[in-house]
Nanobody
């Protein structure tokens, strides 16, 4: 059974940093790309960043502005998202998804992935 579990969320203050982890079991992550998504209250889910199976990062226009770093450790079967200089508008449920996607052409939509995690809440206070 494939499971994706996110860790690292919590309540932080504006300006703090967080590293979220997406730990995968039941699947060899070596062959999969992973995307991070977030959904703020009352808003649609949005793609934040992704990392290809080769380790190449991809960013949304928002995350490209800075503060978001994605990495992977295939030995740990895990992908990480570090967020620096957190702002209250970064408050959301952050979730990861694994799939056979190529960020040059797709991977920005949740439904393009095969496996999904439940998400972890990040709350940023001002």
């Amino acid at each position: 059974q494939v499971q994706l579990v996110e860790f690292g969320g919590g309540l932080v203050q504006a300006g703090d940093s967080l590293t979220l982890a997406c730990k995968v079991s039941g699947l060899n992550l070596d062959s999969y790309s992973v995307g991070w998504f977030r959904q703020a209250p009352g808003k649609e889910r949005e793609w934040v960043a992704g990392i290809s199976w080769r380790g190449e990062p991809a960013h949304s226009p928002h995350s490209l502005k800075g503060g978001f770093t994605i990495s992977r450790n295939n030995a740990e079967n895990a992908v990480y998202l570090r967020i620096d200089s957190l702002k209250p508008e970064d408050t959301a449920v952050y979730s990861c998804a694994a799939g056979v996607v190529d960020f040059r052409y797709n991977g920005r939509k949740y439904e393009e992935y095969e496996y999904w995690g439940q998400g972890t809440q990040v709350t940023v206070s001002s």
